[in-house]
């Protein structure tokens, strides 16, 4: 098992437009989620991924990624995954070292706009962009999966966000 460690930011500007090298697109679907692990199927770029993310624990997680066939990715999005399924657009911006990826979601969390970094190690040293804000690793306000769950909920849960 690899362990990802994963700082998340929100955005301030639009001033990393200027800097996007690459976009992808990318369509995530929730199989499971058990006491703070997850399991999510992947489509992006033409390839399908099944990804286990275990415990976090400070910044660091377990994850285990396995290539998918691209029908069996469809078959488990169509029908495991109802209600669950988020679009988005990946702009990779480099930085000396390291690439943000900054996720722009589609309807029904249009608007949103987190900017997420993969280190090498935990204290690894970042010079940080001005125009990323307030760190929210680690905030399950701010999954992606917790924000579809309050898209769903009444208007006045998702204005506690």
């Known amino acids: 098992m690899s ?19 690459r976009t992808q697109r990318i369509v995530d679907g929730l199989l499971m989620t058990s006491d703070g692990c997850k399991l999510r199927v992947r489509l992006c770029d033409g390839e399908a991924t099944l990804t286990f993310k275990g415990h976090r624990s400070g910044l660091a997680r377990g994850e285990v990624e396995l290539p998918l066939e691209l029908d069996q990715a469809q078959s488990l999005l169509d029908n495991h995954c109802i209600g669950r399924i988020l679009s988005k657009s990946r702009h990779l911006v480099p930085q000396g070292d390291l690439i943000w990826e900054i996720d722009e979601f589609d309807a029904p969390l249009q608007g949103i706009v987190l900017a997420d970094l993969e280190l090498p190690e935990a204290d ?12 929210v690793t680690g905030d399950p306000n701010w999954s992606k999966f917790k924000m579809l769950e309050a898209w769903r909920a009444p208007r006045e849960v998702i204005h506690q966000l």
Do not use: C, D, N
Request: proline fraction near 3%.
């Open 124 to 135: 690894h040293a970042l010079a940080m962009p001005s125009w990323i804000g307030e760190e």
């Open 3 to 21: 362990i990802e460690i994963e700082r998340k930011f929100l955005i301030t500007s639009e001033v990393w437009r200027q800097a996007v090298v």
